[in-house]
């Protein structure tokens, strides 16, 4: 069982990673929240999650845009059974228009931040004798869309990684698994219903419908309750043989 294990989430003082923080707090997981912000409704998100779920929770700031610092996160952490890596940002413009510096830091957070960490984690889940890796991939891990080459190609790299630390690890009692959503109504994605629509050239309604939604053959978001009972179960004994995979949770997305 999960209880008594210690996480530490990237990017979790927000949307799936927070989410996931608290599922993983209330299975009796101590939680170790993080962003590049270290504001006081940081820090009291931690106070919550500790006061409603009895489990110890800190919040560590760390920038995952910077290697020395994801690797200082896991360090300051001081114990990590179970890592996911979250955090991730998104740039939508066409690769002939798409800005360096959003390329640079699409890359750095939603895929080289992954390898600094778990090159920092899997020695102490080793000294523990147990570990599970989840990378928070994306539908776009698998399949593409115009106007995202960063973002797609992140986390297209980001899956060919799971399938290598979970080979790595495979004699170990430690997993490595990609979970990949579909849409889910997060910041991230509410804020590049703009620049959708301004892309296409159509309404904000119709970028939800004609571009977002049409990905996805459910026509419903995913709920960040539905992505944080797949990490639950991928960090279960009951998936002790699952590694080196995805688990799609896309509604149908990646069949297509
Ligand atoms: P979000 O914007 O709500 O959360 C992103 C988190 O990453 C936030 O906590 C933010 O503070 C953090 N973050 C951003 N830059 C950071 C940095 N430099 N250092 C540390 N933390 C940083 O978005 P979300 O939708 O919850 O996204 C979480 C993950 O899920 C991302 O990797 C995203 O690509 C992935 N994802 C989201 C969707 C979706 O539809 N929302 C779909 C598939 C995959």
Same mark, same amino acid.
């Given at each position: 069982?999960?209880?008594?294990?210690?996480?530490?989430?990237?990017?979790?003082?927000?949307?799936?990673?927070?989410?996931? #923080?608290?599922?993983?707090?209330?299975?009796?997981?101590?939680?170790?929240?993080?962003?590049?912000?270290?504001?006081?409704?940081?820090?009291?998100?931690?106070?919550?999650?500790?006061?409603?779920?009895?489990?110890?929770?800190?919040?560590?700031?760390?920038?995952?845009?910077?290697?020395?610092?994801?690797?200082?996160?896991?360090?300051?952490?001081?114990?990590?059974? +179970?890592?996911?890596?979250? #955090?991730?940002?998104?740039?939508?413009?066409?690769?002939?228009?798409?800005?360096?510096?959003?390329?640079?830091?699409?890359?750095?957070?939603?895929?080289?931040?992954?390898?600094?960490?778990?090159?920092?984690?899997?020695?102490?889940?080793?000294?523990?004798?147990?570990?599970?890796?989840?990378?928070?991939?994306? #539908?776009?891990?698998?399949?593409?869309?115009?106007?995202?080459?960063?973002?797609?190609?992140?986390?297209?790299?980001?899956?060919?990684?799971?399938?290598?630390?979970?080979?790595?690890? #495979?004699?170990?009692?430690?997993?490595?698994?990609?979970?990949?959503?579909?849409?889910?109504?997060?910041?991230?994605?509410?804020?590049?219903?703009?620049?959708?629509?301004?892309?296409?050239?159509?309404?904000?309604?119709?970028?939800?419908?004609?571009? +977002?939604?049409?990905?996805?053959?459910?026509?419903?978001?995913?709920?960040?309750?539905?992505?944080?009972?797949?990490?639950?179960?991928?960090?279960?004994?009951?998936?002790?043989?699952?590694?080196?995979?995805?688990?799609?949770?896309?509604?149908?997305?990646?069949?297509?």
């Amino acid at each position: 069982s999960v209880k008594g294990k210690t996480a530490v989430i990237t990017g979790s003082n927000s949307g799936i990673g927070l989410g996931i #923080a608290e599922e993983l707090a209330r299975a009796g997981v101590n939680v170790i929240l993080n962003s590049f912000t270290d504001s006081d409704e940081d820090h009291a998100l931690a106070a919550r999650i500790a006061d409603e779920t009895g489990v110890q929770a800190r919040y560590i700031k760390a920038d995952m845009s910077k290697p020395d610092e994801c690797r200082a996160l896991i360090a300051q952490a001081g114990a990590c059974d +179970i890592l996911v890596n979250n #955090a991730g940002i998104q740039h939508v413009a066409p690769i002939d228009e798409f800005p360096q510096d959003k390329w640079d830091a699409i890359i750095a957070i939603n895929m080289n931040s992954a390898f600094h960490t778990t090159a920092a984690a899997l020695p102490l889940m080793r000294k523990a004798g147990w570990g599970r890796i989840v990378n928070i991939a994306s #539908a776009h891990g698998l399949r593409a869309s115009p106007f995202k080459a960063a973002y797609v190609t992140a986390k297209h790299g980001v899956v060919g990684m799971t399938k290598t630390v979970g080979l790595e690890t #495979a004699k170990e009692p430690i997993t490595c698994n990609a979970v990949c959503p579909g849409y889910v109504l997060t910041p991230l994605v509410e804020a590049q219903i703009p620049d959708t629509a301004r892309q296409y050239g159509i309404s904000e309604d119709a970028a939800i419908e004609q571009v +977002i939604l049409a990905k996805q053959p459910s026509k419903d978001f995913v709920t960040v309750e539905q992505l944080a009972g797949t990490v639950l179960y991928l960090c279960s004994d009951a998936a002790a043989q699952v590694t080196g995979t995805t688990i799609s949770v896309d509604g149908g997305w990646s069949a297509q």
